[in-house]
């Protein structure tokens, strides 16, 4: 019932605006950003309890760095190959239930990892999680541009903030509902999966009736020269290599660094995870309202570069600094995404579906090779080692400088 009050009240606010930018687009229709926003935590969340897990399927089933590393490879790999293709489909012709229905992947791939009793399965049910996911992205990332009224970093923000919160209660479930009750009870999950659908239901009414209107009607700059877009997206993807890289060392592997090199318990790694994992939700929603400002292009150099001082330091310092320290990091580090997202929205005005998928898809697909590659580094040289070597992938961020600086081009064609 909230969601439909909420789509009714951005019905009354279309005509209105709040900025010059949002000419056109209406209002910024925060009703239907918190409920994009809540959907994005609640599928975040069941998809974190897969990593969330890794300890506990690590002893059940006897496995090795490089099989943990072969399950993120088989979630994220999954959504990172059909979130494009989902993208740009979506922009030829939308289907908004498609939320929803993406949504029934992830049901299945949870009940299938709650009753997995083989490695094999734990693929699966890997797969099927990455497939929901490659689904609900692109399809949300464009909603959220739908509503954004113009403010297109808050609304990138307001979206990524519920997956940040999503994925950092993945460890706190896990610490307190999963590794007291068991494998089986990650199948509890599937009401949490049934109540997004509902919400997403709401959303696709909205979606339908107002949200395409928005998008068309919004303004947009002319496209960039052939030859600077291509110069950006290589720029943008080494920055997303060397994030979501640095990422996966933290995701899948922090926990047992943790556990190696002080002692830790499952149940206290767990916890700690979740302190990393709570400031990258914090930067998320920073970066964005910040990019609106500042302009993405400086949010992505000060989220880049800021976080060096920080990697370097974490391989060398005791338990205390090690968990003071990825606050900084989570927080500095997670600030970018939105920043490129809408970069890169702006860059390619008029393919907010391909964009979206683009970007997620390879958010993902680096997680993925990153989480493999570290963990058969891992399984060599050790993890300690693989920070020492991790350090040094924020430095990639020194490429922000070749970017063009598409915002005021779209701000003047706004005008």
């Not at 318990?265 to 964005?288: H, W």
């Not at 964009?355 to 590659?373: K, P, R």
């Not at 020194?398 to 003047?412: E, F, G, I, K, Y």
């Amino acid at each position: 019932m909230s969601i439909r009050c909420c789509a009714g009240s951005a019905r009354l606010n279309d005509s209105a605006t709040t900025l010059p930018r949002a000419t056109g687009a209406g209002a910024t229709a925060f009703g239907i950003l918190v409920a994009i926003s809540f959907c994005h935590m609640l599928n975040d969340m069941m998809q974190s309890l897969l990593p969330a897990l890794y300890p506990m399927l690590k002893s059940s089933y006897a496995l090795t760095f490089g099989q943990i590393g072969l399950l993120t490879f088989t979630f994220q790999f999954t959504a990172s190959l059909l979130q494009p293709v989902i993208g740009a489909l979506a922009d030829k012709s939308p289907r908004p239930y498609s939320l929803a229905a993406g949504m029934t992947f992830t049901l299945v791939g949870l009940v299938l990892l709650a009753f997995a009793g083989s490695y094999p399965l734990l693929l699966v049910a890997a797969a099927l999680i990455g497939t929901g996911s490659s689904v609900f992205h692109p399809e949300s990332s464009r909603v959220a541009r739908m509503a954004s009224g113009g403010r297109h970093g808050l609304a990138q923000s307001m979206f990524q903030v519920g997956g940040n919160f999503g994925s950092a209660a993945g460890p706190l479930l896990a610490a307190f509902i999963v590794l007291p009750h068991g494998q089986s009870s990650v199948a509890w999950f599937s009401a949490v999966a049934l109540l997004g659908m509902f919400v997403l239901v709401n959303v696709g009414h909205w979606y339908k009736t107002h949200g395409l209107t928005r998008l068309a009607r919004a303004p947009r700059a002319a496209d960039a020269p052939r030859g600077h877009v291509a110069l950006a997206i290589t720029v943008l993807l080494a920055l997303i290599f060397s994030k979501y890289f640095y990422l996966a060392s933290i995701t899948s592997y922090y926990t047992f660094y943790l556990i190696e090199h002080f002692g830790v318990s499952v149940r206290n790694s767990q916890l700690l995870l979740f302190v990393f994992l709570a400031s990258a939700a914090a930067g998320g929603m920073i970066g964005g309202p910040l990019g609106d400002r500042l302009g993405s292009k400086t949010i992505i150099w000060i989220s880049i570069l800021g976080v060096v001082p920080f990697t370097l330091l974490l391989p060398h310092a005791n338990l205390l600094w090690t968990v003071l320290l990825t606050v900084p990091i989570g927080l500095i580090l997670s600030s970018a995404f939105p920043a490129i997202v809408v970069y890169a929205q702006d860059l390619l005005p008029g393919r907010t579906g391909t964009v979206a998928g683009l970007f997620f898809g390879l958010a993902f697909g680096m997680g993925s090779v990153g989480a493999a590659v570290l963990g058969h580094v891992a399984d060599h040289v050790g993890i300690g080692t693989v920070y020492q070597l991790c350090a040094f992938l924020p430095l990639i961020g020194l490429l922000t400088a070749l970017l063009p600086d598409v915002q005021h081009r779209s701000r003047r064609a706004a005008a």
